[in-house]
């Protein structure tokens, strides 16, 4: 498959917000929702997701923050784009508690799209390390539906080993969605992640039950040794490379429920 038969379907358009103008691939007609790819980029697999979200009734936006859209991984194209990610000012890579830069520029998008598309708000998924940008983005009054897979930032490493149970948004960002969550009985957060994988702990997920409550909606997905499912050893995109059909499904099901 080439890049350009990966992307097929999707239309190019670009955003710009705050003196940043960036790509973005559009699909669909319908409520917005906001895709937002992992590391190394709009993979083939990031499309096809990003296509049955389109496909269920919704505007898929998908912004492009690294890499070259529509390429496969391989083992090169992530090691040079993670050290893209790990040295840009606009993900803070390793600040734990700080909302990533770039989460600006995402809630403008989410504005737009909402104005662009209508409906009640906007959906949005973050990946791997923009994982935490769909929490960071519910600041954001039009975001109404944010689904966090395996959020991975900050990035734990031996010298702050406490990164393991932190996220990339503030105390301040948390505080107006937890204020959003007082005004709006159905405001939640969904969240997933596979019981093995190196960079999502279990302590993020509980530092997040510990500040949202019943709000976030967390699925931890077995791959131990042997688990029943054949998850392998290093699963990590649920959504993605690890395909989980279950967490697939209920993601379009909150999107319908919320946006439609």
């Not at 499912?229 to 290093?234: E, I, Q, S, V």
Request: charged residues 20%; proline residues 7%; hydrophobic residues 40%.
């Amino acid at each position: 498959m080439t890049d350009a038969q990966a992307l097929e379907g999707f239309t190019i358009d670009s955003f710009s917000s705050e003196g940043v103008t960036k790509l973005l691939y559009r699909m669909g007609t319908g409520p917005a929702v906001i895709v937002i790819h992992e590391v190394p980029g709009i993979t083939p697999k990031v499309a096809e997701f990003a296509r049955s979200v389109a496909h269920a009734g919704f505007t898929v936006t998908c912004p492009v923050l690294l890499g070259t859209p529509g390429k496969p991984v391989s083992g090169g194209y992530l090691a040079q784009q993670a050290v893209k990610l790990c040295v840009s000012r606009e993900f803070g890579a390793f600040a734990a508690g700080q909302t990533s830069p770039v989460v600006s520029w995402l809630r403008g998008l989410a504005r737009a799209e909402h104005t662009r598309c209508g409906g009640p708000g906007v959906g949005t998924v973050g990946m791997c390390f923009s994982g935490g940008f769909a929490l960071a983005m519910a600041t954001e009054p039009a975001v109404i539906a944010p689904v966090m897979s395996q959020p991975s930032l900050p990035v734990t490493v031996p010298w702050r080993k406490s990164n393991a149970g932190a996220i990339d948004c503030s105390p301040s960002d948390l505080e107006v969605v937890k204020e959003r969550m007082r005004t709006d009985e159905e405001l939640c957060v969904l969240a997933y992640r596979f019981s093995a994988d190196p960079l999502v702990h279990e302590d993020r997920f509980a530092h997040l039950r510990a500040q949202l409550g019943d709000r976030f909606h967390a699925v931890t997905f077995d791959s131990s040794p042997s688990n029943v499912n054949g998850y392998p050893a290093k699963a990590h995109s649920v959504l993605t490379e690890h395909f989980v059909q279950s967490a697939a499904t209920e993601v379009i099901d909150f999107f319908r429920r919320r946006l439609l």
